[in-house]
């Protein structure tokens, strides 16, 4: 069955530092997104993507986020100055359609990101 | 802004009894609600897909039910199992947006 994949499963970085968290869709999916849990708080949404582009971001995807589909499978999620409260699991979705349907996002396993 | 609470935040229930868990919602203006199981530190699966204009939707021994115009769902679990301990989440697609806003989950556990 397919599914959504993610590397890595945990990253562990000193604040300041940039790191890419890596997502691969499944394949015949068109909408991404990525969501994010801080430990024993609800899974929040960061952003959707459709078409090479940011189609809905939340408030928490300040300018230190971005996100980009480098090539046809992956699709990565950029933190430039990590904080000690970006400290998280990061999931990535995908769906075949999106805001004007009724469609099923499937999950990944999600990165915990650790920030020191 | 859309809100999703869930009740009981936990509960622990012997081996055999059904379970039951609740899921309201303050904006009845939605595309979609979806029920996810995640386990400690994994990934979110995704159990079951209502769309705004059914009422349930069942898939082996869950049944969830819809009531969108009082802003509730139910996630009924028969006959559980040890195996189905786990933290269940509720999460509604409003219309026009592609976020999926999601409850804190109802932490279960089963008793053998």
């Known amino acids: 069955e397919p599914e959504v994949t993610q590397t890595p499963s945990h990253q562990v970085t000193q604040m300041g530092q940039e790191v890419i968290l890596r997502c691969v869709p499944i394949?015949?999916?068109?909408?991404f997104y990525w969501y994010r849990q801080i430990l024993g708080q609800k899974v929040e949404f960061l952003v959707s993507?459709?078409?090479?582009?940011?189609?809905?971001k939340s408030e928490i995807f300040d300018d230190q986020f971005s996100v980009e589909r480098p090539d046809g499978s992956n699709f990565t999620l950029k933190i430039r100055s990590t904080k000690l409260e970006d400290s998280a699991m990061y999931f990535c979705a995908s769906s075949e359609a999106g805001a004007s349907s009724g469609d099923e996002q499937f999950f990944g396993p999600g990165t915990r990101l650790t920030v020191l | 802004k859309q809100e999703v609470t869930q009740i009981p935040a936990a509960l622990s229930v012997p081996e055999g009894e059904n379970l039951v868990l609740n899921c309201s919602f303050t904006d009845s203006a939605i595309y979609n609600l979806q029920w996810f199981r995640q386990d400690p530190g994994k990934g979110l699966t995704s159990l079951l897909l209502?769309?705004?204009?059914?009422r349930e939707q069942t898939s082996g021994r869950l049944n969830a039910s819809l009531d969108k115009s009082s802003g509730r769902s139910t996630l009924y679990i028969a006959a559980s199992q040890p195996g189905d301990s786990a933290t269940y989440l509720c999460a509604v697609k409003d219309r026009g947006n592609n976020r999926l806003a999601f409850g804190k989950g109802n932490q279960v556990v089963v008793i053998p």
């Open positions: 993507f459709y078409n090479n582009e940011i189609s809905e």
């Open positions: 394949s015949n999916h068109l909408y």
């Open positions: 209502i769309q705004s204009s059914q």
